[in-house]
């Protein structure tokens, strides 16, 4: 294989996950009855740019499905994020009435629902139909493709280029990051600024972050990474946030190469500490399959001992990273038998690969399990807070990443 972006050959494994179906094909009871395509889920390291990548398996279109099932709007933490976010950049950017917002990878309009209710124009590109139609129902305007050149050249020829272009958690998305990044570069407006935020790969190699690997995530980014692959695509970065969100991202902010604004102190000085870090090293990535395997194993080990003890475990959140954490485990329903969550459009089917069913709350308040498992341990303080009534039968939460936690 060779380097998504650079197209140098790769040969530095960072992490052999064995094989998994695509983490958001949900199955449906009817599903239960055929098989699954389950694909390798490995990834590399580009020794050139630093890129981190998948194995290629699967093509954007086989993954991001018409019924895909992810919305973002179930999670209140990330709602107050999109809004706090539309707030910061109207106010840095003075964005009003005669400005454009675009969002690529727009979802259900979680975010662009903010910008409009400011009376700033806005328009989103979401490739898929059930959150492409959600964000219709909420009286945005959405394009429903794959964004790349020739959509960007398309838009730009009808006047929708943009002031502020957001892409948020869509990097790490797209197969071809250097036809996605040309395509900012095409639709920004001579003055315009875009914004890119994506799970900053120093925290995933610190923290253990590995149920973030999945087939629907092609890259995975450093700061160094994506200076390189912005500056090759005609984007020249100025500005640079680190962000609490999926366990520490990064903000991005990039101008045209033509049109550059002066870097501010931050970009430096993340890039020095990246440096520091071993990030443009092999030594870096070498160990974390064994930090892997750890977390594996003790999640396997306090599922049996619970299940020896007659002790109930019950999962939380249908997340892409719970799949991956599960299915690499080989949980199955006899150590977990369900999994709850918000989405309407999860319950009722079953993980994929593991094929824990998906319920309601109610099943928790009925069936008073002694510890409910967060996969999506990011958001855990959100979480403890909704389920707190569980302490009343002395219910303890559990997260398995960056390590074992039970209380």
């Known amino acids: 294989m060779q380097c998504r972006h650079c197209a140098a050959p790769l ?9 998994a179906p695509p983490s958001n094909a949900y199955l449906t009871a009817d599903g239960l009855q055929k098989p699954e395509a389950w694909l390798p889920l490995r990834v590399l390291t580009c020794t050139q740019c630093w890129l981190v990548q998948t194995e290629d398996y699967a093509g954007a279109d086989q993954i991001f499905t018409d019924d895909y099932a992810y919305f973002s709007s179930y999670s209140k933490t990330w709602l107050d994020h999109a809004e706090n976010y539309v707030t910061s950049m109207v106010e840095r950017f003075q964005l009003d009435a005669g400005s454009r917002v675009v969002e690529l990878a727009a979802n259900d309009g979680y975010l662009l629902q903010f910008v409009a209710a400011r009376g700033i124009p806005c328009l989103g590109v979401e490739p898929t139909a059930s959150t492409a139609n959600a964000a219709r129902a909420k009286g945005l305007e959405i394009i429903q493709e794959f964004f790349g050149v020739n959509l960007a050249k398309g838009m730009k020829s009808q006047g929708q280029d943009a002031t502020l272009i957001a892409a948020n958690n869509v990097l790490a998305h797209v197969p071809d990051i250097n036809d996605f990044l ?6 920004l407006q001579r003055n315009g600024v875009a914004t890119f935020e994506f799970p900053h790969l120093l925290n995933l190699l610190n923290y253990n972050q590995f149920d973030t690997i999945y087939h629907e995530h092609y890259s995975y980014l450093s700061l160094n990474a994506a200076y390189q692959i912005f500056k090759r695509n005609g984007l020249s970065v100025f500005d640079v946030e680190e962000l609490p969100t999926h366990g520490g991202s990064l903000r991005v902010y990039a101008t045209r190469s033509e049109h550059p604004r002066p870097p501010i102190d931050a970009v430096a000085n993340l890039l020095k500490r990246e440096e520091a870090s071993g990030l443009r090293t092999e030594q870096a990535y070498a160990g974390f399959q064994w930090r892997i395997n750890r977390a594996k194993d003790d999640l396997l080990r306090f599922l049996l001992e619970a299940k020896a003890s007659n002790k109930q475990v019950a999962a939380y959140g249908a997340a892409a990273k719970g799949n991956t954490l599960l299915n690499y485990a080989g949980v199955r329903p006899d150590l977990i038998p369900y999994v709850v969550d918000k989405n309407p459009s999860k319950q009722r089917k079953f993980l994929p690969g593991s094929r824990i069913p998906i319920v309601t709350e109610e099943r928790i308040r009925h069936e008073r399990p002694e510890y409910v498992l967060i996969l999506p341990w990011n958001i855990r303080p959100e979480v403890e807070h ?6 009343n039968w002395n219910g303890q939460f559990v997260t398995a990443i960056p390590e074992m936690r039970i209380g």
Do not use: M, N, T, W
């Open 182 to 187: 040309s395509g900012v570069a095409i639709l």
């Open 386 to 391: 909704d389920l707190e009534y569980i302490r």
């Open 11 to 19: 040969s530095v494994q960072f992490a052999d996950l064995g094989s």
